[in-house]
């Protein structure tokens, strides 16, 4: 992404004259230029452009606010008088990884008074014998340079993160004015409004406690109805039971009527065994008659009158269910 590009994404809807910060960090430059950034922005306090491919600061704008520049890991190897011209308020600058090779490439970094931070890490300047006291003895309003002081003593951490937090600092103190203000500028109807939203809200409470009331009683309902089902099963169960115990007793009935009705039919059954054999003994009495007619006519009166008498004993014999032995005659 182009640094034209990475700029207007970064006013997010502002102004450039509304921006006190801005990082353009790994973004790419045409030209090793700055572009895209110009004069408008004159309320800018910080601006970082880390490994953007600097190689040069001449298209810097008038910034006469910025206090902390960060140029590292660039190619820039000289031009810094346009610091001293367009940021004359400087106090932190940081160069660490540029093509910074003699104290000749700094020197023009006098003219900015108020500059008390200044690193130069991972420059072949660092390499020059004695350079950290020709340093301070070039730039001598400097009170840091490389994160230490001329006594070797570290900057607290530190002079350039306590300077972002102070920017920060002042935007949340800015945010809590406006608020502040709009507090006292909101409308008297709005209090109104929220009191009755209030009002609608605890009406609604009410209601949600009446419709769980009423769910309530007809749980207890249908509880009731349950234990009434319940006796109702309880008392079918008895009436069972006691059917079940009456039962055995009609079975008892049932089974000695059965044994009379079997009896009174043996009874028949005999009965009728006897009419069928009192009917076979008349059968014989009657064959016997027949018989003896015939003997009559053979021979004598005297046997025939013997053998009818004989014939009329059985007939009523047989009529009267006495069955004696049959006798037998000779002529």
């Known amino acids: 992404m182009d640094m034209k590009k990475r700029i207007h994404l970064e006013l997010r809807n502002r102004t450039p004259s509304d921006v006190k910060e801005l990082v353009l960090d790994n ?33 810097l704008p008038k910034l006469n606010k910025l206090k902390k520049l960060e140029l590292s890991d660039n ?37 900015l008074e108020n500059l008390k931070s200044l690193d130069l890490f991972n420059c072949e300047v660092t390499n020059l014998n ?20 001329k006594e070797d003593k570290e900057a607290p951490d530190s002079d350039a993160e306590a300077y972002v937090e102070g920017l920060d600092d002042d935007d949340d103190d800015e945010d809590e004015v406006e608020e502040e203000e709009y507090d006292e500028d909101a409308a008297p109807g709005e209090e109104d409004e ?39 099963e309880e008392d079918f169960e ?9 039962d055995p007793e009609d079975e008892g009935g049932e089974e000695e009527e059965e044994e009379e009705d079997d009896e009174s ?10 009419a069928a054999e009192g009917g076979a003994w008349a059968w014989l009495g009657f064959s016997t008659l027949l018989l003896g007619g015939f003997l009559v006519e053979l021979s004598c009166p005297l046997t025939s009158c013997s053998l009818f008498s004989s014939s009329l004993f059985f007939s009523r014999a047989s009529s009267s269910r006495d069955f004696p032995e049959p006798a037998f005659f000779t002529t």
């Open 238 to 246: 008895e009436e069972r039971g006691q059917k079940r115990k009456r």
């Open 27 to 59: 973004c790419r430059s045409n030209e090793g230029k700055i572009e895209g950034l110009t004069d408008e922005f004159e309320e800018l306090e910080f601006l970082s452009t880390i490994n953007v491919g600097l190689t040069s600061v001449a298209n």
């Open 194 to 232: 929220e009191e009755g939203e209030e009002e609608e809200d605890e009406e609604e409470g009410e209601e949600e406690e009446e419709d769980i009331s009423g769910e309530e009683e007809e749980e207890e309902e249908e509880f009731n109805d349950g234990e009434v089902d319940d006796e109702d």
């Open 130 to 149: 004695d350079y950290r006291e020709n340093v301070f003895k070039l730039l001598p309003q400097l009170t840091y340079l490389d994160g230490y002081d």
């Open 265 to 274: 039919e043996e009874e028949e059954l005999a009965l009728r065994r006897e």
């Open 75 to 111: 190619r820039i190897s000289g031009g810094l008088e346009v610091l001293a011209e367009r940021c004359p308020n400087l106090t932190h600058l940081n160069l660490s990884g540029n093509k910074i090779k003699d104290l000749s490439t700094i020197e023009p970094l006098k003219k």
